[in-house]
């Protein structure tokens, strides 16, 4: 079975300062795991992917995440905040070779960006 | 290239009613699911196809059901609408890499229902 726990329900920073969104997940197999962005009233847009390539992931916008097999974690940085960071954030886990593609979606963080 | 389109955008229907929400992709995508959105708690998975002419059940199908009406349509039916069914509905397509390794899933912009 899989399973994905993101730590914080609520992250708020202030403009500039780096961002921490973390995400800790349970997988049988060898996992995918993704970084989804929601802004309000919006459909989910993919920030970033690992797909049992590099560890150290790189996204849009600035983001990037680093696979943990070790700690069972991918948690999600940016250096430096922008206000239209502001929005929430799901981590998500699908198993590559178990559960016909279906994926898992942490109960997601609402990050707040302070001016 | 309007990747996934779901229709309507927001429904309001009173308890016992039924209605069909549609989803399209135009990228090829074999893979095709439906979810929902509430508040504080992710999305969950109602029902999911694997490819054309297959569907099966994801963590919350009670109260729905699918059809698949070809590559590219993947429709949600509500037989009898209840309160507890208020949600955000998503859509969402996605391609198979190669044997059972899913690729990232792209989204609707989804469909806020209301039931009173």
């Known amino acids: 079975a899989q399973s994905v726990t993101q730590l914080d329900s609520h992250v708020s920073v202030s403009e500039g300062t780096p961002v921490l969104l973390r995400c800790n997940y349970s997988s049988s197999y060898s996992p995918s795991l993704f970084w989804y962005v929601q802004h309000p009233n919006k459909g989910l847009q993919l920030l970033l992917k690992?797909?049992?390539?590099?560890?150290l992931v790189k996204g849009i916008n600035g983001f990037e995440a680093e696979f943990k097999k070790s700690e069972t974690s991918f948690h999600l940085t940016k250096p430096s905040a922008h206000m239209s960071d502001a929005a929430e954030y799901f981590c998500v886990v699908s198993d590559r070779w178990t559960n016909a593609g279906k994926s898992t979606f942490g109960d997601g963080t609402t990050l707040t960006v302070k001016p | 290239n309007a990747g996934v389109t779901q229709t309507p955008k927001f429904q309001v229907l009173k308890t016992g009613q039924s209605m069909t929400l549609q989803c399209a992709q135009d990228m090829n995508h074999n893979s095709m699911y439906w979810y929902r959105q509430d508040p504080g708690m992710g999305l969950r998975l109602i029902y999911y196809?694997?490819?054309?002419?297959?569907?099966d059940k994801g963590e919350v199908p009670n109260g729905y059901n699918v059809s698949r009406l070809n590559k590219r349509e993947f429709s949600l039916r509500l037989e009898s609408a209840a309160p507890s069914q208020t949600s955000v509905y998503f859509c969402a397509s996605s391609e198979i890499l190669g044997q059972s390794s899913y690729n990232e899933q792209f989204f609707g912009p989804g469909t806020r229902l209301t039931v009173l």
């Open positions: 690992y797909t049992s390539a590099a560890t």
């Open positions: 196809s694997a490819s054309e002419g297959t569907t």
